[in-house]
Each structure stands twice: as C-alpha cells, then as structure tokens.
C-alpha cells in the first residue's frame, strides 16, 4: 500500500513539507510505503505550467516524457494521497492549482476514482484562511471521485476537515498531532476501500 504525500508549496523543506512529513511518517509506522513529492519541481520543467486546453480530450501532450508524467503514474499507483498547501490569498497555491489543472488525462483515465485523499495547509497567521484552503483541496480531489476524509479517527476524536497549521509547522503542536490524525484515517479508509480501486 502507498500513501503520498504532494507538497503544493514554492518551497521543497518549508512548513508545508515539515506538516507532510510528519504525516507520512505517522502512516508509515502502520506499515505502508510513503513518498513526499514536490510538485514545483515537475511544473519547472514545462514549458507553461498551465493549463490551457489545448485538447479538449487532453492527451498530457504538454507533459509527456517529463517529470509531471511520471507524477500522475505514481499518484495512480497509491492508495491515498495527502496533499497540501500553503495558504495565498485565502486559497491554494499555484502549484497546486496548475498540478491539477494539469491533470485532465488522469481524470479522463479516472486514474484517481476510490483513492483516499486528506489535505492540510499552512498560513502565515492563526487565522489565515487555512480551512477554506482545505475545502479547494477537497473540491480538486472530490472531481477526481477520490474519497475524501477529514482529521477524525477513533483513536482521537471526530477531527474537523484536515490539518491546519500557523507556520511555523514545527512549532504548531496541534497541527502536528492533527496530520497524524488525518494519517492514521486515511492508511484506515485505503486499507477498507482497497477492494474499490482498478489493479
């Protein structure tokens, strides 16, 4: 079983990551793979990160053979996804929106449909738009047919709708003992909804 983890932020060992990590190394100690991945470092590459529906049938024509490919082949092979993002202007940030945008030909191969998605985000004040940022995250991943859940889990209480933090991450102790949380449900929903996905 693979859990991944997509860091949408502009910087590769930001707060972003840092809440990720801890994440993932919580789901790991359940026994399943992780890997974090940067997704700038695909966008980078391209010669315009953005969408433009060049295709209405999108072939990935604007990816193919680059990094961002090989990031959709591994995003089909996990099991749940962990995705997050630090706020800017009260939503997502660029990476994330263009990683997504990007990613009609994996919807159209509904490579994504019954994976288990959970989001965080960080934000530069306590209040700072973090929840309205995992709600966009919700909303990318729900058009994918991904199942979605939030930070609740039986070991620790319902949760709320992800892991929120107030940078910096590494001295947010809630938001830590949060994303730990939101991996522990999402190792358990992917290891109940395995049956459900292709291969």
């Known amino acids: 079983m693979l859990i991944l983890g997509l860091n949408g932020s502009a910087h590769e060992h930001g707060n972003t ?3 990720l990590t801890y994440g993932l190394e919580e789901a790991a100690k359940m026994g399943v793979d992780t890997d974090l991945i940067f997704i700038q470092e ?6 315009n990160p953005f969408c433009t529906v060049c295709d209405p049938r999108c072939p990935g024509a604007c990816y193919q053979g680059k990094k961002l490919e090989e990031m959709y082949a591994l995003l089909k092979e996990s099991d749940g996804i962990l995705v997050g993002s630090p706020v ?5 940030s660029t990476q994330v929106k263009g990683f997504w945008d990007l990613s009609r030909k994996l919807r159209n191969e509904k490579g994504l449909i019954n994976k ?3 989001a965080v985000s960080v934000g ?3 209040f700072g738009g973090q929840e309205h940022t995992i709600r ?9 047919g991904m199942t979605i859940v939030g930070d609740g889990h039986e070991s620790a ?20 003992a949060r994303v730990r949380v939101l991996a522990r449900r999402i190792v358990d929903v992917a290891r109940a909804t395995q049956s459900l996905r292709k291969g």
């Open 124 to 126: 530069a004040a306590r």
């Open 157 to 176: 209480d319902p949760g709320h709708n992800g892991a929120c933090s107030h940078r910096p991450s590494i001295k947010d102790d809630y938001a830590i």
């Open 116 to 118: 288990v998605g959970g």
């Open 42 to 47: 695909a966008l980078e590459e391209l010669d």
């Open 17 to 19: 990551a840092d809440l």
């Open 88 to 92: 800017y202007f009260g939503t997502v």
């Open 136 to 144: 966009c995250l919700h909303d990318m991943m729900l058009v994918h």
